[in-house]
């Protein structure tokens, strides 16, 4: 098998180098706390109960799953698609191109690093309701009405090392430590409620069920809309997919199970905040609603409920929770970002050097980069980190549509209907989460605070200015083939900035007015009162005037700076489309040069090839060899064979890639040609001890009308690598019949083998002309790295499909999926005619035949071939003497004429020609070509020049025996 590098060496270096270490439940660990975090524990009393209730926020936190399960399909069909690192770049730059993939990480980039910053600084709210001000020590200042304490930041930045260290260890350390606090947060929750509903008798006490205001099913809907921020993350193990031990199919269910553990987590802490309340309240409403009065426990109705149904032990049991779900977040989160710098490192976004790939098989870094970051970042103060949160809902839509897309792209590609639904209503679904936080206007719960809009607008223009430096540096240009996703971010940037100014100047008109109404009540109501109140209201209303101007400044400014920058891309792309026309003509004169080089080397090649393979079969057809010479002859014909098959994939991949490949349709017997497959390889396979099958099953319609050559190489192709790459065990080959309809059938061809596989790195390129894969057992294995690349596009030409399943170590399958149209009862009636007929019972006696050759030996051996057949020769060295030779017979006297092409003096296409003029019938004598040029237009152009048939060299004596008597037939 033609089993190749990813790419470039430093490609080759951060793929090989990510060892698979992560189990399915590791995984779940990953997903699941990178989703719940600290967030779960808080939300319940500022966010989900005041919005809808307890069973409205249980509800729509699950009906929310639901709906991220259906973009979750999408990652698992793009996982198994491209098992690498990247997750969602990599699946927009493979199937929708890189800059779409740059979009996407760079919003991925902000969501990840967010959640890390935000589970970080959770620590210290934890301290402050159970400790008080146990860790407000050191130097303190205040930002956004926030107090930073010196000792917090230790805490934050204790906690960061710690999940930091966790990650660089690797291996099954990371992943036993992420599973261990998974469990620690799911189980301590589900402990938690089930001890309190126990001692509580049920859930009597759960009311109202919904929130005091608004309709039912508006405060379900207002949950729903929720969801890209509560499970944002669940998709962050796409990023380690190469790192999977186990197969990325099951990857959906997985991700399933994240979901749900997520959304019961979420339901039940939900549930616990509302069982009880601190004396004096009535009822979980009259709590919430005077929540900011409280402080220590009572401040978190989750924590003060689990204290107040078993005592302390509860408390300490959610708090183990709790700091399961903040270590789970920064762990998962620190994963996610350090496999998604590796291609973007390879790809130039981010420096190479936070891709690199240590022994333990982790980005170090990365890590270490991502951990710096983040530690500077509690600085802010927990009010400005939750603006920035806030980005990541919007970041989560954009993200979630640009997967969705491309699974829905890649489905109709691989014509897959599941994943063409799925991805469609992914779209749907993450189009509407986008529009929801987009205008909120229509909505209040859809609002985010101005701050974020803000930090969403700066984020944007910095990305435009980061891909500005990419495509400047993209030697290999990979970026800069997609207006359209600058266009969009330019657009999404202007209607956040509108968003954004219009909220800003919303509430500061508020204020403004707050403060006019409380002057104006507190001033007395006289003449001098009335001048005192127009002096402060013009006075207020300058203010305003000059904050707003400002606020329309900015936004200009940064409006201004991300247009400016939108030009130099969209520059730097018109530039590059003038160099690539100039390339492509370039190209095409290369490519014209190449073709004309290909064309002649093939010839060049083919005639020493004939006269190996003529000679080969000549002496095989002696009675008194002996078995030993009998053995080494059939070795030279073996090898005189593959040698051609090579020489054949390399011309074959040129005219691929040039377009001028085209199928040749032909009634075949699949039977036959399972059977001519069995009895090629038998021998080897005997040779190397392998057990070999060839079988086929429900083959209902047989006889079909194909390419057989084409569908004979991809056969060869499959089985020649399959023994190659199986060193001992089993070879196994089936053919069978899915089904048919409308008078074509569609046929799956199998080839599997116990060989030694290949990484799931290599499997996504595996079907890249010049691949082979990197190691001391490949490498002593001859190939061109073009088979599967010549196969898979055979494959397609023919309107099938190819894919591989492979493991190291336990083996390969090839799948073949191919549509061919059922032979009718005349076209099976010819071929089995021909079948029945063997090269040996050809027989021709009495016939003339002028051969035209210039080469001795090409000559000797079509003459021993055709006298043995029965056939009279007379032979001419050009295509003039051929003439002259036709010319100067009798009428009739010919009755074939086997042509050469390329001669001297006069080649065998003007030859042609000539002879076609002639008269008294002489010209009407059957010309076959029998010639070194072998491709379709070399086929065309024989018979644009007036040859009836064409056979190629290195003579096929089956092939042209039966070329022959068609030729022959149709003139009797």
């Given at each position: 098998m033609d089993r190749g590098s990813s790419g470039t060496v430093a490609s080759q270096k951060n793929a090989s180098s990510l060892k698979p270490y992560l189990s399915p439940l590791s995984v779940w660990a990953l997903a699941f706390g990178c989703s719940v975090g600290w967030g779960a524990f808080v939300m319940p009393g500022n966010t989900f109960l005041p919005i809808a209730g307890p069973w409205g926020t249980v509800i729509g936190i699950l009906i929310g799953a639901f709906l991220m399960f259906i973009i979750g399909a999408s990652y698992r069909y793009l996982a198994g698609k491209y098992p690498s690192e990247g997750g969602a770049y990599t699946y927009a730059s493979k199937v929708i191109g890189h800059d779409h993939g740059f979009l996407c990480a760079w919003f991925l980039i902000l969501t990840y690093l967010s959640i890390i910053w935000a589970n970080a600084t959770a620590l210290s709210l934890i301290a402050r309701f159970l400790f008080g001000d146990l860790f407000q020590f050191g130097f303190h200042y205040t930002i956004a009405g926030f107090t930073v304490y010196f000792g917090e930041l230790l805490l934050s930045v204790g906690v960061l090392l710690l999940a930091l260290l966790v990650c660089l260890a690797g291996g099954r350390i990371t992943a036993w430590t992420q599973t261990l606090f998974a469990c620690l947060l799911f189980f301590g929750v589900i402990a938690v409620f089930a001890v309190i509903l126990v001692r509580q008798g049920g859930f009597q006490n759960v009311t109202p069920a919904f929130a005091p205001d608004g309709s039912k099913t508006g405060q379900v809907l207002t949950i729903i809309a929720l969801a890209p921020w509560a499970y944002i993350g669940f998709e962050s193990v796409s990023h380690s997919a190469a790192e999977f031990k186990f197969s990325p199919?099951?990857?959906?269910?997985?991700?399933?199970?994240?979901?749900?553990?997520?959304?019961?987590?979420?339901?039940?802490?939900?549930?616990?905040?509302?069982?009880?309340?601190?004396?004096?309240?009535?009822?979980?409403?009259?709590?919430?609603?005077?929540?900011?009065?409280?402080?220590?426990?009572?401040?978190?109705?989750?924590?003060?409920?689990?204290?107040?149904?078993?005592?302390?032990?509860?408390?300490?049991?959610?708090?183990?929770?709790?700091?399961?779900?903040?270590?789970t977040g920064l762990i998962a989160n620190m994963i996610a970002i350090?496999?998604?710098?590796?291609?973007?490192?390879?790809?130039?976004?981010?420096?190479?050097?936070?891709?690199?790939?240590?022994?333990?098989?982790?980005?170090?870094?990365?890590?270490?980069?991502?951990?710096?970051?983040?530690?500077?970042?509690?600085?802010?103060?927990?009010?400005?980190?939750?603006?920035?949160?806030?980005?990541?809902?919007?970041?989560?839509?954009?993200?979630?549509?640009?997967?969705?897309?491309?699974?829905?792209?890649?489905?109709?590609?691989?014509?897959?209907?599941?994943?063409?639904?799925?991805?469609?209503?992914?779209?749907?679904?993450?189009?509407?989460?986008?529009?929801?936080?987009?205008?909120?206007?229509?909505?209040?719960?859809?609002?985010?605070?101005?701050?974020?809009?803000?930090?969403?607008?700066?984020?944007?223009?910095?990305?435009?200015?980061?891909?500005?430096?990419?495509?400047?540096?993209?030697?290999?240009?990979?970026?800069?083939?997609?207006?359209?996703?600058?266009?969009?971010?330019?657009?999404?940037?202007?209607?956040?900035?509108?968003?954004?100014?219009?909220?800003?100047?919303?509430?500061?008109?508020?204020?403004?007015?707050?403060?006019?109404?409380?002057?104006?009540?507190?001033?007395?109501?006289?003449?001098?009162?009335?001048?005192?109140?127009?002096?402060?209201?013009?006075?207020?209303?300058?203010?305003?005037?000059?904050?707003?101007?400002?606020?329309?400044?900015?936004?200009?400014?940064?409006?201004?700076?991300?247009?400016?920058?939108?030009?130099?891309?969209?520059?730097?792309?018109?530039?590059?489309?003038?160099?690539?026309?100039?390339?492509?003509?370039?190209?095409?004169?290369?490519?014209?040069?190449?073709?004309?080089?290909?064309?002649?080397?093939?010839?060049?090649?083919?005639?020493?090839?004939?006269?190996?393979?003529?000679?080969?079969?000549?002496?095989?057809?002696?009675?008194?060899?002996?078995?030993?010479?009998?053995?080494?002859?059939?070795?030279?014909?073996?090898?005189?064979?593959?040698?051609?098959?090579?020489?054949?994939?390399?011309?074959?991949?040129?005219?691929?890639?040039?377009?001028?490949?085209?199928?040749?349709?032909?009634?075949?017997?699949?039977?036959?040609?399972?059977?001519?497959?069995?009895?090629?390889?038998?021998?080897?396979?005997?040779?190397?001890?392998?057990?070999?099958?060839?079988?086929?099953?429900?083959?209902?319609?047989?006889?079909?009308?194909?390419?057989?050559?084409?569908?004979?190489?991809?056969?060869?192709?499959?089985?020649?690598?399959a023994m190659k790459y199986t060193p001992e065990g089993a070879v196994t080959v089936i053919l069978r019949e899915l089904g048919d309809r409308d008078g074509v059938a569609t046929f799956e061809l199998v080839v599997r083998d116990t060989g030694i596989g290949m990484s799931r790195e290599f499997a996504a390129h595996v079907f890249e002309a010049f691949e082979r894969e990197r190691s001391k057992t490949v490498e002593s294995i001859q190939g061109t790295g073009l088979g599967m690349a010549i196969t898979k596009s055979f494959v397609e030409m023919m309107g099938g499909t190819i894919r591989v399943d492979t493991e190291q170590g336990k083996g390969t399958a090839f799948s073949v999926f191919l549509p061919f149209r059922i032979a009718t009862e005349e076209e099976i009636s010819a071929l089995r005619a021909e079948e029945e007929t063997s090269a040996d019972q050809y027989r021709f006696d009495g016939l003339n035949v002028l051969l035209v050759e210039d080469n001795p030996i090409n000559a000797e051996i079509a003459t021993m071939l055709l006298t043995k057949a029965g056939f009279t020769l007379e032979h001419a060295e050009n295509g003039r003497a051929a003439?002259?030779?036709?010319?100067?017979?009798?009428?009739?006297?010919?009755?074939?004429?086997?042509?050469?092409?390329?001669?001297?003096?006069?080649?065998?296409?003007?030859?042609?020609?000539?002879?076609?003029?002639?008269?008294?019938?002489?010209?009407?004598?059957?010309?076959?070509?029998?010639?070194?040029?072998?491709?379709?237009?070399?086929?065309?152009?024989?018979?644009?020049?007036?040859?009836?048939?064409?056979?190629?060299?290195?003579i096929d004596v089956p092939v042209m025996m039966a070329t022959i008597q068609r030729v022959l037939q149709k003139k009797n």
């Open positions: 199919k099951k990857l959906g269910w997985i991700l399933g199970g994240a979901l749900f553990t997520g959304a019961l987590t979420y339901s039940l802490l939900a549930l616990t905040a509302v069982f009880r309340q601190p004396v004096g309240n009535d009822g979980w409403t009259a709590y919430l609603s005077k929540l900011g009065d409280y402080s220590g426990v009572e401040g978190l109705p989750t924590f003060f409920n689990a204290r107040d149904a078993f005592g302390n032990a509860g408390l300490w049991i959610l708090v183990l929770a709790a700091f399961g779900g903040i270590a350090s496999r998604l710098a590796v291609p973007l490192s390879r790809d130039g976004i981010l420096p190479e050097s936070l891709g690199r790939i240590d022994r333990r098989g982790v980005p170090k870094n990365a890590l270490i980069a991502i951990a710096v970051l983040s530690a500077l970042i509690p600085l802010l103060g927990r009010a400005a980190i939750s603006w920035i949160v806030d980005v990541t809902t919007i970041g989560a839509a954009v993200v979630y549509l640009y997967t969705a897309l491309a699974a829905l792209i890649q489905g109709r590609r691989d014509r897959k209907t599941s994943t063409v639904v799925f991805g469609l209503l992914g779209v749907l679904i993450a189009a509407a989460f986008l529009l929801y936080y987009l205008f909120p206007n229509f909505w209040t719960a859809g609002k985010l605070a101005n701050e974020s809009y803000l930090i969403f607008v700066i984020w944007s223009i910095l990305g435009f200015l980061v891909f500005l430096r990419t495509i400047r540096k993209d030697d290999k240009r990979s970026f800069g083939h997609s207006g359209v996703v600058w266009v969009f971010l330019l657009m999404l940037l202007m209607i956040i900035s509108m968003v954004w100014i219009r909220q800003a100047m919303q509430a500061e008109t508020d204020a403004t007015a707050d403060e006019i109404v409380l002057y104006h009540d507190s001033m007395e109501h006289n003449a001098a009162g009335v001048v005192k109140m127009d002096s402060f209201a013009t006075k207020e209303i300058r203010e305003f005037s000059d904050r707003v101007f400002k606020m329309v400044l900015l936004l200009v400014s940064l409006i201004a700076v991300a247009v400016l920058v939108d030009f130099g891309i969209f520059s730097i792309i018109k530039r590059r489309e003038r160099l690539v026309e100039l390339e492509k003509k370039r190209v095409e004169e290369v490519s014209r040069a190449k073709s004309v080089f290909l064309s002649n080397m093939s010839h060049d090649i083919r005639t020493p090839m004939n006269a190996i393979i003529g000679y080969t079969h000549l002496a095989l057809a002696e009675e008194d060899i002996t078995e030993k010479n009998r053995e080494y002859l059939n070795k030279i014909d073996y090898s005189g064979k593959y040698l051609l098959s090579l020489i054949n994939d390399v011309l074959d991949m040129n005219r691929i890639e040039s377009g001028k490949m085209e199928m040749e349709p032909v009634p075949a017997d699949l039977n036959r040609l399972m059977t001519e497959a069995e009895e090629i390889f038998a021998v080897q396979m005997r040779e190397k001890r392998l057990i070999y099958t060839v079988k086929t099953d429900h083959l209902s319609h047989p006889f079909v009308v194909c390419d057989v050559n084409r569908l004979e190489r991809i056969l060869m192709n499959l089985i020649s690598n003439v002259e030779a036709v010319s100067d017979a009798q009428p009739g006297h010919f009755d074939l004429v086997m042509m050469d092409i390329q001669m001297p003096v006069m080649n065998g296409y003007d030859a042609t020609r000539a002879i076609r003029v002639l008269p008294d019938g002489r010209g009407d004598v059957p010309i076959i070509a029998m010639s070194a040029n072998a491709f379709a237009e070399d086929v065309a152009e024989a018979k644009k020049a007036g040859m009836n048939d064409h056979v190629s060299k290195p």
